[in-house]
């Protein structure tokens, strides 16, 4: 088997606070929210398209966890791309937590999330020798331009071997 | 403990608390999950995986929180509460790698129980949940806050 090829880009730190990124757009189809409503969130409004009809809401919509999920894909082919060509730099390091994850309005079949981030703080304790933590704020706006979705996510982020 | 008579948001005071059923998630769950909603090596390569800071092949933070949801919706729909959504999880803490094979299960507790408008067919509960695996190892801890159908609500017949 092929060595395994982690995305790397750059170190801890090289990354600016304040470093701005539009990094994904995704449009979320009806048979993909059932599909994820049926086996992480089964409610009418996640599941059943006419049925959603007579909810709360109106018509079927994504669950929250799945727009997160999305988030995530973005975020990995983001990283891919932009670090294509990057031999030796920091690997991707695991998510620690997030605060302030806000879901403020119904994402329907045919709307299109684009996502965004920018790093807010470096948090410069080092973890277990070799990390550091980046928390960016993250939100995620639909084709009406109106914010849907936003929330803080700290990420461990490989520190330049000394 | 199960009930056949609906449970309103009025009913669901600071104190209480739910245990959930068990999920246990499968090396093919994980890799399932992975390719759709997030391909890093960790996820999807156990060469890869026991060289990365997790030391072994585990689900994706977001998978543990999707089964989280499943855990939490079963138990409520179980319990005959109208969960009519969440608008959104003020702190969440990955704390533990699950690893295919893993048992979850879920400890809900309401801790904070407000009104929402006067004409909400719904009112909201704050609830710590705390997922734990088969070896009592607290996986993942949140608190999220939660929308419930209130008494004379009739939130899903409009």
Known sequence: MDKPVYIRSRWFEDLPVGEFHVFGSYTFSEKEIVEFGRKYAPQIYHTDPEGARDTLYRGLIASGWHICAIWMRMMVDYMERFATGVQDGRRNGAGVGFQDLKWLKPVRPGHTLTFTYEIIKKDERVIRDRWGIIRSRNEAFNQYGELVFSFEIDILAERRPT | ?158
């Open chain 2, 1 to 158: 403990m199960a009930t056949t008579q609906t449970r309103y948001w009025q009913d669901l005071l600071p104190g209480e608390c739910f245990e959930t059923e068990n999920i246990t998630i499968s090396r093919q769950d994980i890799l399932d999950f992975a390719a759709d909603f997030d391909p890093q090596p960790y996820h999807l390569n156990s060469e890869a995986a026991e060289e990365s800071i997790f030391g072994g092949l585990c689900a994706s933070g977001w998978h543990v929180t999707a089964v989280m949801m499943r855990l939490l919706t079963d138990t409520f729909t179980g319990q005959h509460i109208e969960l009519l959504g969440s608008n959104g999880v003020s702190d969440l803490r990955w704390r533990k790698p699950v690893f295919a094979g893993d048992s979850l299960s879920a400890r809900i507790k309401v801790v904070d129980h407000e009104a929402a408008s006067a004409d909400s067919p719904f009112g909201y509960i704050n609830c710590d949940v705390e997922v734990d695996n088969q070896n009592g190892d607290q996986v993942i801890a949140l608190t999220t806050s939660l929308m419930i159908g209130i008494e004379g609500g009739a939130a899903n017949h409009g």
